[in-house]
C-alpha cells in the first residue's frame, strides 16, 4: 500500500445530517472534480489507525480548509489538527489555510476555543441561516489556483525529513526487515493496520515520523529506545538532538513564534523555573531549526540592582547593552561603534531574561523602552512557578504567555536524562 499525498485536508468535527456535513461532503465533491485529493477522517481506511493517519496528513498536506462551527470549536481533536496546522503556517511553510466559521458569528469565539492564530487569517464567514451549497461554492473557488507543493524547506517539514533519515537508516541496518519500524510503530502506539505502510518503505518512515509531532514523552522514549540500536553513534546523537524538546506542549511552544510581518515589540511571559526550559520552549517552535532563529540568555540579577525613580531607564539600559553584546558585538579594536545591520527581521533574535518572579512595573518599563529601540527583538522573560495573570500582561506593547505546570517541568528534567541516557552504549547500561 503505497502512502498517499493529500492535496487538501478538512478539519472538521461535523454532525451526522447536519448543514456542516453538507458543506463538507459538497467541497469534497467539487476538489475532487478538479483532480485534487481530499482527506476526511470519515474516509480513513477500515482498520487503519484513525488518529495516526490524521497527523500524517496534517504534517504534510499542501491545503487545509477548517469547517468550524459550534461542535468543532468544542473538539479536543480539533483544536489539536488547528493547532498544527497553524503551526506550520507559522512557520511560513507554503501551506494555504482556509478557515470557516459555520454559524459562529464572531471571530472571538476562535480565542475562546484555544485556536486564536486561526482568526489572524481571511475567514470564510457564513451566517447563522447559510445555505450549504453557497458556502461550498465559495470554498471552491478559492482553489481555482493552488500553490504548488511546499518545497520542504521550513523548519517543520525539515525536522520530519531528519526524523524520517533516522528511521530510514533503521531500516536499512535492519536489512529492509520489519523489526526496527514495527518496533517503533509499536512504542508509538500506531501498530494498528500499520504493516501494509511497509509495502512502501520510505512513507512508512515519513508516516512514523509525522507521529513524534503529538506524542506523549513516554512513547517518544520508548521509539527513540526500538531505534538507537540500529543507528551509528552520529545518527544515535541527531535523533537526541531533535526529540530533546517534544515534551514542550506544541500549543504553548507556539506562543514564541511571532507573526511573519515580524515581531513589532513581542514579549513571552513563561513561568518556568528552569533555566534550559525558554531554550527548550523555542527549539520546539522552530522544529529545531538554527538558521533564521537565534536566541541568547541573560540572568537578570547580572542587569544589576539599581534603585529610585530612575530605575526603569538604568534597566532599559541594561537590556539594551545586553542586546548589543550579544546579537551585534562589534569587530575587535571597534567595541565604541555600534551598528545595526541592515536586515533586522531576519534572523528572528530572542533575548531570554532569566527572573524568579513576577515581573514588576519598573521592569515592565524597561522592556517597553528596549522595544522602542529593537521593536524586532522578541523578548522571553521568565517569571517563576507562578502563572501568568492578567495584571502581568497589562503593561507590554505585545504580549502573549506561555503556561506549563511545575509539575511538567520536574518531567521533563526527567524525560530528558532518560533521553541522553539512551545513548550510553547498551553494554554500560
Known amino acids: 500500500m503505497q502512502r498517499k499525498i493529500w492535496d487538501v485536508f478538512i478539519c472538521h468535527a461535523v454532525k451526522r445530517g447536519s448543514r456542516s456535513e453538507e458543506v463538507l461532503f459538497l467541497v469534497k465533491k467539487e476538489l475532487e472534480a478538479k483532480n485534487l485529493a481530499v482527506f476526511v477522517s470519515q474516509e480513513i481506511e477500515e482498520g487503519a489507525p484513525w488518529h495516526p493517519t490524521v497527523m500524517a496528513a496534517v504534517a504534510d498536506c499542501r491545503a487545509a480548509i477548517l469547517l468550524l462551527d459550534e461542535r468543532a470549536l468544542k473538539s479536543h ?158 545518527a544515535r546523537q541527531k535523533l537526541v538532538d531533535d526529540l530533546v524538546s517534544v515534551w514542550v506542549p506544541a500549543e504553548a511552544a507556539v506562543e514564541l513564534l511571532p507573526p511573519l510581518n515580524g515581531p513589532d515589540g513581542m514579549t513571552v511571559l513563561l513561568n518556568s523555573t528552569y533555566e534550559a526550559t525558554p531554550a527548550r520552549f523555542i527549539q520546539r517552535a522552530t522544529c529545531g531549526r538554527n538558521r533564521g532563529f537565534i536566541h541568547k540568555s541573560i540572568a537578570h540579577g547580572g542587569l544589576g540592582i539599581p534603585t529610585g525613580e530612575g530605575r526603569s531607564s538604568e534597566l532599559a539600559k541594561d537590556l539594551e547593552d545586553a542586546v548589543w553584546q550579544e546579537f551585534f558585538p562589534p569587530p575587535p579594536g571597534f567595541e565604541d561603534r555600534r551598528r545595526l545591520p541592515s536586515q533586522t527581521r531576519s534572523p528572528v533574535r530572542y533575548l531570554v531574561v532569566h527572573r524568579t518572579r513576577p515581573p514588576d512595573d519598573q521592569f515592565t518599563e524597561a522592556v517597553r523602552l528596549l522595544h522602542q529601540k529593537f521593536e524586532f527583538i522578541v523578548v522571553v522573560v521568565t517569571t517563576g512557578p507562578e502563572p501568568t495573570g492578567k495584571e502581568m500582561l497589562s503593561g507590554f506593547a505585545d504580549v502573549r504567555s506561555a503556561v506549563l505546570s511545575e509539575q511538567l517541568e520536574v518531567d521533563a528534567e526527567q524525560y530528558v536524562q532518560e533521553l541522553r541516557g539512551l545513548l550510553v552504549p547498551v553494554s554500560s547500561r
Not at 511546499?150 to 523548519?155: C, E, F, I, L, V
Not at 501494509?196 to 514523552?217: I, K
Open 77 to 234: 481533536w480539533v483544536r489539536r489538527e488547528v493547532n498544527i496546522i497553524m503551526w506550520r503556517w507559522t512557520l511560513a511553510s507554503h501551506l494555504t489555510v482556509y478557515p470557516v466559521l459555520l454559524g459562529v458569528e464572531e471571530s472571538s469565539e476562535l480565542k475562546k476555543a484555544g485556536i486564536p492564530e486561526a482568526a489572524t487569517l481571511q475567514l470564510v464567514r457564513a451566517d447563522p441561516e447559510y445555505v450549504p451549497d453557497e458556502v461550498a461554492g465559495r470554498l471552491s473557488s478559492k482553489f481555482a489556483a493552488l500553490p504548488g507543493a511546499a518545497t520542504g524547506s521550513d523548519p517543520m517539514a525539515l525536522w520530519l525529513q531528519r526524523l524520517t533519515r533516522r528511521m530510514d537508516e533503521a531500516h536499512r541496518a535492519d536489512h529492509f526487515g520489519d523489526g526496527a519500524l514495527n518496533a517503533t510503530a509499536s512504542a508509538l502506539q500506531v501498530e494498528t493496520g500499520f504493516p501494509g505502510w511497509l509495502a512502501d518503505r520510505h512513507g512508512s518512515c515519513t508516516f512514523l515520523a509525522s507521529q513524534f509531532l503529538v506524542a506523549t514523552p513516554e512513547r517518544v522514549l520508548d521509539a527513540a529506545a526500538a531505534l538507537m540500536d540500529f543507528l551509528s553513534d552520529d
